[in-house]
């Protein structure tokens, strides 16, 4: 029996690592960009893919380099931010980061919902970096929650199944201990909430 309970926790475990890989924060918003690119028939083509391009630059390839070159100065033990505070100043630059890759989307007049999924990312960072000062949230389920947001918005009622990898990926963290139940669901309502008025106010 202890066996067989020891075979399935691994088994879980396995998964929840291959959906967080999967599922990460900086593969999210590539997928998200992507998606709405696709989306998008008015634009012009070499237009459509500068803002790709500049928006996969500035939410993902320009925080991965950071990360590792704070793992190579041994500022940060693992690329992962097990540590609370080992994510601060990782989340200050994907502020950083991000506020750019909206001003240069919205130079290049890019589709107006990539540029408010930037801008939400963004704002949607800043809070959960004030809340990292005294306590851990899931940035993992903060990222797909606001992504699948903006592409409801883009996509209409065609998403509302993809919601259900929300509690999947929480389910991912819990089993491999890098959050508790509270840190997930308070991830996902800053990434629902704080998207959805946004992107409704503002785009």
Avoid: D
Avoid at 35 to 64: E, Q, W
Avoid at 125 to 147: D, F, Q
């Amino acid at each position: 029996m202890t066996e067989s309970v020891q075979l399935t926790e691994s088994v879980q475990l396995k998964a929840a690592q291959v959906v967080s890989k999967m599922l990460h924060p900086l593969v999210m918003p590539g997928i998200a960009f992507l998606l709405l690119g696709v989306g998008n028939r008015s634009m012009n083509v070499l237009k459509l893919g500068g803002s790709l391009l500049v928006a996969l630059l500035f939410s993902s390839v320009t925080i991965v380099v950071y990360l590792q070159y704070l793992k190579q100065r041994g500022a940060i033990e693992s690329t992962a931010l097990l540590k609370r505070e080992q994510r601060i100043s990782p989340l200050t630059f994907s502020v950083m980061s991000y506020a750019m890759g909206y001003l240069l989307l919205t130079a290049l007049q890019a589709p107006e919902l990539m540029r408010g999924l930037m801008f939400c990312y963004a704002t949607n960072s800043i809070a959960v970096l004030m809340i990292t000062r005294s306590w851990k949230v899931s940035i993992h389920t903060t990222a797909i929650a606001g992504a699948l947001v903006v592409l409801t918005y883009a996509y209409g009622l065609l998403m509302l199944p993809f919601y259900g990898l929300i509690p999947v990926v929480a389910g991912s963290r819990i089993i491999m201990k890098r959050h508790n139940l509270l840190g997930v669901l308070s991830g996902g309502a800053i990434g629902l909430v704080m998207t959805a008025v946004q992107i409704y106010l503002f785009f």
